[in-house]
């Protein structure tokens, strides 16, 4: 029965987190927060996708903001414009991102790292760009009155209602990003990163595997997009920006590169710490900018791994790893 | 005896450099074959052309038959041909038994990510399979102790093996050596050494690139010396010593000298 | 047509020398610290803003000092930044290094509004006016940002080829262990450097001012498309960035002809990508594969 111990050691954290998450709106009925919550678990499954390129294959995009608006686009443009049923148009949004990952992956196989830093940057402001100025995008003014998701006549119309279709979501790409993260994938991608040459003789095609990489990661942005639109109901192109872009790749340095519990803990501190730090007044936005600088010059591996280190000492004190639970729990309080 | 592995006039330039001229050699099955020459001969750049890594400027190479000349890396190493580097090339933030289990993906390799994800059981059962092909390998190598540590940290010796392990997980016909033994003190040498018997002894061709001439001698059965490109002989290891042509290139005039009064001193470790 | 040609020409290379200016700005601090400065957008936009927000409207100077004043105060800015951040995560990973300049636009993004709010400033009687050339109608900042790139560059070569400071700047770019064993004092070095750098991110705040008022979003454009020009010439080669700045800064304007202008900033990004995807080494690395073919070509027929 050892095995089946190790695996509920293993999924009790993660459960514990996704209680905490979905209790947090009976506790912060307040349509404000219930709304950033909301920006938070969408954030989560952009950065566990992000996880793929960034954390784990590591090479730097900072194109990622465009991914998420052309999800958004996709899917608000084709139920506005055409009335297609916005769960149909996940499957173009999947296609979407599919595409993107390809396009993005090809570019990822000829240039080296900074180099592919600004191919994405150039994306990225190449997409926003076209969506600023074409008609067909609705140009500056976005997108409006998207329609909300719908079950049988039941509407995901308010804040409470969406943070539960999310919070759906989110629980199906943990299970898939943990799927991967416990494969051979996960091992493939750490590869490229460490050392392609020796990958490629091991008998794996090193392009393939990027490529893989970048698809994964789109068509998750692209799904957190396409909730976004409909959440939100209304899109502007002035959202999408490389600044979005940057804010996705800090939420995975603070939590810690190629980390599950970093990706969820850096998506939650990105979405909330500058609404806690108002209460500091008209200088907030300064403060936030100095911390998380600080927080990447200052722990470059994430404070998750700091934490985890602590939380490893008091494991081996002998209090069991419940404790991870707590910390999932202390992170959804913030 | 069969031929396993054909180098047809094989040639590489760079930029005006010949690197590699005009090259023929047939390694036959059942053997150790290597490959010796002093720095600069083409020797690393051969073994490069063999595996996929560097396109040759022209010639032919033939694995089992095969013409496997320009293309990619990945598909020679899937055809059974693995590779080892001269300076260690292994996964740092994976431990040694995932450096291991990656070796093995590409024969565990069905179907993308949506498969992985659709098809539990078979997914489940190809990771177990995978994790007990690496226990067993690393029982092989000798260093089980060490399997759950970051392969960053393991100290040089073991990560040579590892990196040795990690092409034995792909089950090859043949392994390409980069001078297996360099940076290897006397015991992990002979360590080394038996280990790589033993993969022969399982029926595994080895074509190695080595500098320690009491490797050589002892372990190959064929040698090929290289100098500035060319090849200047062929031949077991005893014609090979007497070979005036190599002794002058390569060996040293001392060469023979120094070998009988180590030998005398009954130390086979000595003697560069 | 004539007239508008030339009108397009005469912006189409003065924004190629902002660009080329851009290039070189980051060039410095990438050769001799070996990353990429992302966050130079904002040192521009802060370069105006410390010129017209501070030099020009509550000090009151007249135009030439008050541009003295405000390199003076950026070169200092930059060695407190050099000592802060450059210097200290030079050996850091290359990731962490991206994301730690991207983080200190974002600080001095902030800084900027909390000074000097978020509104945009207009210098008066400055580089205003229009001359006529060839009867065209020229802006005269165009030709202001013209004259003054020529001289920042010259100037910059002379500091690089002729004085002590400009070889050891040289040196640490190329060699950073081999330039310490020859007592050269890289940190001080490298501080120099992002202090000129900084410096000349002030002067094209100065001179983009007129063009796009000072506002938080002045440089976003120039400061991508500097990447561009960079990209286009050849990265960390100087002479090579001043001429992708000015290829680029032709090429769009005159694509404006061709194309809608909904297209015109998406020309240079495209641009840069396909420079990257098949000239990886940008201008230089064309220009060395043709030099190489003609001697191959040359050492054919003598054979």
């Known amino acids: 029965m050892k095995n089946y111990e190790s695996l509920v050691k293993k999924i009790f954290p993660v459960f514990a987190m996704l209680l905490a998450i979905s209790l947090f709106p009976v506790f912060l009925k307040n349509n404000y927060y219930l709304t950033i919550g909301c920006q938070a678990m969408l954030y989560c499954i952009v950065a566990l996708g992000l996880n793929f390129i960034v954390g784990m294959s590591g090479m730097m995009t900072l194109g990622t903001g465009a991914v998420y608006g052309l999800g958004a686009y996709t899917s608000a443009l084709l139920s506005t414009k055409l009335g297609v049923n916005p769960w149909l148009a996940l499957i173009p949004v999947l296609v979407m991102g599919w595409l993107i990952g390809k396009g993005l992956g090809f570019p990822s196989l000829r240039v080296q790292f900074v180099y592919f830093s600004l191919v994405t940057i150039a994306f990225n402001e190449i997409v926003r760009n076209l969506l600023t100025n074409l008609e067909f995008t609705g140009s500056g003014t976005g997108v409006r009155n998207i329609p909300p998701y719908s079950i049988f006549g039941f509407e995901f119309n308010t804040q409470l209602r969406s943070y539960y279709l999310i919070f759906a979501f989110l629980v199906v790409f943990i299970i898939i990003a943990l799927r991967i993260a416990k494969s051979k994938w996960r091992r493939a991608f750490i590869a490229v990163k460490d050392n392609p040459e020796a990958l490629e003789v091991s008998g794996i095609n090193v392009s393939s595997v990027k490529i893989t990489a970048f698809t994964l990661s789109s068509i998750f942005g692209c799904v957190a997009g396409a909730l976004y639109a409909h959440f939100n109901r209304y899109i502007t192109p002035s959202t999408f920006t490389t600044d979005l872009s940057i804010s996705f790749v800090v939420m995975l340095i603070i939590g810690g590169l190629g980390n599950f519990w970093g990706c969820i803990l850096g998506a939650y501190v990105v979405a909330f710490l500058p609404q806690l730090l108002r209460s500091a007044g008209t200088s907030y936005k300064l403060i936030y900018a100095v911390l998380m600088m600080l927080a990447v010059i200052l722990f470059p591996n994430g404070i998750m791994s700091d934490i985890r280190r602590s939380v490893g000492k008091l494991i081996n004190n002998g209090k069991g790893f419940s404790k991870g639970g707590g910390i999932g729990e202390n992170r959804t309080g913030n | ?272 | ?303």
């Open chain 2, 1 to 272: 005896m069969k031929t396993v592995l054909e180098i047809k006039n094989l040639t590489k330039r760079f930029e005006g450099l010949v690197a590699v001229k005009d090259v023929n050699i047939t390694v036959k099955e059942r053997q150790i074959h290597a490959l010796i020459g002093p720095n600069g001969a083409g020797k690393t750049t051969t073994l490069s052309m063999i595996n996929g890594t560097l396109e040759p400027t022209s010639g032919k190479i033939l694995f089992g038959g095969q013409d496997i000349t320009g293309m990619p890396a990945y598909k020679i190493a899937q055809k059974g041909l693995g590779r080892t580097f001269q300076n260690i090339k292994v996964f740092g933030s994976l431990t040694a038994l995932e450096n291991l289990m990656v070796g093995a993906m590409h024969n565990n390799n069905k179907g993308g990510v949506l498969r992985m994800l659709l098809c539990v059981k078979e997914t489940n059962a190809m990771e177990r399979t995978m994790r007990e092909q690496a226990l067993e390998v690393i029982n092989e190598i000798g260093i089980y102790r060490l399997k759950d540590e970051y392969a960053r940290n393991l100290p040089y010796g073991s990560q040579k093996v590892l990196e040795l392990g990690r092409a034995l997980m792909g089950k090859p016909k043949m392994i390409l050596l980069d001078e297996p033994a360099a940076g290897l003190n006397t015991s992990e040498r002979a360590e080394f050494v038996e280990i790589l018997e033993k993969m022969y002894e399982k029926g595994i061709d080895l074509f190695l690139i080595e500098h320690n001439m009491d490797v050589v001698m002892n372990i190959s059965h064929m040698i090929t010396v290289l100098n500035f490109g060319q090849k200047i002989a062929e031949g077991t290891p005893s014609q090979i010593q007497s070979n005036p042509e190599v002794i002058r290139a390569y060996l040293g005039n001392r060469y023979k000298t120094i070998r009988k009064t180590e030998e005398s001193r009954g130390n086979a470790n000595a003697g560069r």
């Open chain 3, 1 to 303: 047509m004539q007239a508008v040609i030339l009108q397009l020409a005469v912006s189409g290379i003065a924004m190629g020398f902002v660009y080329a200016l851009v290039a070189i700005e980051y060039t410095l601090i990438w050769n001799a610290c070996g990353l990429l400065n992302f966050s130079h957008e904002k040192i521009i936009t802060m370069g105006g803003y410390v010129f017209v927000g501070t030099c020009l409207f509550q000090l009151g100077l007249p135009n030439i000092p008050a541009i003295v004043l405000a390199v003076i105060l950026l070169a200092i800015f930059g060695i407190a930044i050099a000592a802060l951040i450059f210097i200290p995560l030079r050996n850091s990973t290359r990731l962490i290094a991206v994301v730690a300049t991207v983080m200190l636009g974002q600080v001095i993004n902030e800084g900027v509004i909390l000074i000097w709010g978020s509104v945009a400033l207009m210098p008066k009687n400055f580089l205003s006016g229009v001359s006529q050339i060839l009867g065209a109608t020229v802006s005269k900042s165009y030709v202001y940002i013209i004259i003054v790139s020529i001289i920042i560059i010259a100037v910059l070569q002379f500091i690089l080829k002729k004085t002590k400071i400009g070889k050891a700047m040289t040196c640490v770019s190329q060699n950073k262990t081999a330039a310490s064993l020859m007592g050269i004092n890289v940190k001080v070095s490298m501080a120099i450097t992002v202090a000129i750098s900084f410096g000349i991110c002030c002067i094209i705040g100065v001179l983009t001012a007129p063009i796009f008022t000072v506002k938080q979003q002045m440089s976003t454009m120039i400061a991508l498309k500097g990447f561009c020009a960079g990209v286009i010439g050849g990265f960390g080669n100087l002479p090579a960035a001043i001429a992708g700045g000015l290829i680029l800064g032709v090429v769009e304007n005159f694509a404006g002809l061709i194309l809608p202008s909904v297209f015109k900033d998406v020309v240079a990004f495209a641009l840069m990508v396909v420079f990257m995807l098949f000239f990886p080494d940008g201008l230089v690395g064309v220009k060395n594969r043709i030099q190489k073919h003609i001697a191959k070509s040359q050492m054919e027929k003598l054979s």
